[in-house]
T-cell receptor, first 113, second 111 residues
């Protein structure tokens, strides 16, 4: 059974640009969630996808959007990057709409200059 | 104000010492989770506590859920350098789709 993988590991963007982060869920899981973890803080929930539909959203603006694909891989897109978007972005996969244990990937470190 | 307040924020101790970290809230929860996150990795679930007053042990780690289910503690006995990491408490919302994390306690155990 493969774990949750994310790509890229890290990247640097400038303010105003757009970025796409990718996540490959653990085999057999049908939910994927995205979290933002600023330096020195706990992760904050961005949104969850279940069977390719958004299934809950945290307090993040619409420029944060996502997709889940039939093979349960997922993307997080962020438009019009701001300096405060610099953070570690974590995805987590789980089953049964997330009530089962969620397994986190290693994250993508995004730096916005 | 954060839903979950963790203390202390930072803790640096010598190998072999004991320590306790806390997760507090004014809200009542049906369950509470503890995670450990190591540098370059995502959080890994250590335990879920469900019943008020419940105590769970994981080797040298002892987790307790408060009687009123508003707070929790994690006690580590004879800490080792391998215990170094960020310890996070978290609660799942009623819809079961969102984890809310505390700010974490960053633990460093020196050899």
């Amino acid at each position: 059974e493969t774990g949750v993988t994310q790509s890229p590991t890290h990247l640097i963007k400038t303010r105003g640009q757009q970025v796409t982060l990718r996540c490959s869920s653990q085999s057999g899981h049908n939910t994927v969630s995205w979290y933002q973890q600023a330096l020195g803080q706990g992760p904050q929930f961005i949104f969850q996808y279940y069977r390719e539909e958004e299934n809950g959203r945290g307090n993040f603006p619409p420029r944060f959007s996502g997709l889940q694909f039939p093979n349960y891989s997922s993307e997080l897109n962020v438009n019009a990057l701001e300096l405060d978007d610099s953070a570690l972005y974590l995805c987590a996969s789980g089953g049964r709409r997330g009530r089962d244990e969620q397994f986190f990937g290693p994250g993508t470190r995004l730096t916005v200059l | 104000t954060q839903l979950l307040e963790q203390s202390p924020q930072f803790l640096s101790i010598q190998e072999g010492e004991n320590l306790t970290v806390y997760c507090n809230s004014s809200s009542v929860f049906s369950s509470l989770q503890w995670y450990r996150q190591e540098p370059g990795e995502g959080p890994v679930l250590l335990v879920t506590v469900v019943t008020g007053g419940e105590v769970k042990k994981l080797k040298r780690l002892t987790f307790q859920f408060g009687d009123a289910r508003k707070d929790s503690s994690l006690h580590i006995t004879a800490a080792q350098p391998g215990d170094t990491g960020l310890y996070l408490c978290a609660v799942l919302n009623n819809a079961g789709n969102m984890l809310t994390f505390g700010g974490g306690t960053r633990l460093m155990v020196k050899p």
